[in-house]
């Protein structure tokens, strides 16, 4: 068994310990940095209706809402895989705009899309900085991970 998957292990238990959603947030963002070694973590919820997506978490800045058909968000959203950049500024579909507003400098990054149990696709969970940048190895983790926080998320967000 990994140490990535033996943190997940010890994640299990504190998540299934806590007793509000937005508990449980804070105990996905505070473990997927730990296990992932990244700096942020942000959990965003599709919004169907306003065809939109917005965060439920995201560390040291307010509430980010962002249309769902741009941005590296939204383009994980739309082809429902695992997006990892080393160089965002590179990529045409980053939002610089975000960090200007938040003032926080996105180095790399990492996305994966999070499925209902329709499969269909409720959100996006994005990891930031990590030293050195982000490898397969962690892509796989994170479609793994999301996978796993996404029961959690359904149960609680759509009560």
Not at 43 to 53: M, Q
Not at 59 to 84: A, F, H, M, N, Q
Not at 120 to 126: A, D, K, P, W, Y
Request: glycine residues 6%; contains cysteine.
């Amino acid at each position: 068994m990994s140490a990535q998957h033996k943190e997940l292990v010890t994640f299990s238990k504190e998540l299934v310990q806590t007793d509000t959603f937005i508990d449980g947030l804070q105990c996905i963002s505070k473990n997927s940095k730990r296990i992932m070694k990244a700096e942020r973590c942000s959990l965003f919820i599709y919004d169907a209706d306003e065809n939109v997506l917005w965060t439920t978490l995201a560390d040291e800045t307010d509430k980010i809402v962002v249309p769902s058909d741009i941005g590296i968000i939204g383009y994980t959203l739309r082809v429902k895989k695992v997006i990892l950049e080393n160089d965002p500024y590179g990529n045409p579909n980053f939002l610089a705009e975000v960090d200007m507003k938040t003032g926080y400098y996105t180095q790399n990054l990492i996305t994966a899309p999070i499925f209902n149990s329709k499969r269909e696709t409720i959100g996006v969970l994005e990891l930031l900085n990590k030293e050195g940048g982000f490898n397969k190895t962690d892509a796989e983790f994170i479609a793994f991970f999301a996978h796993y926080i996404s029961g959690f998320i359904e149960l609680n967000l759509f009560k």
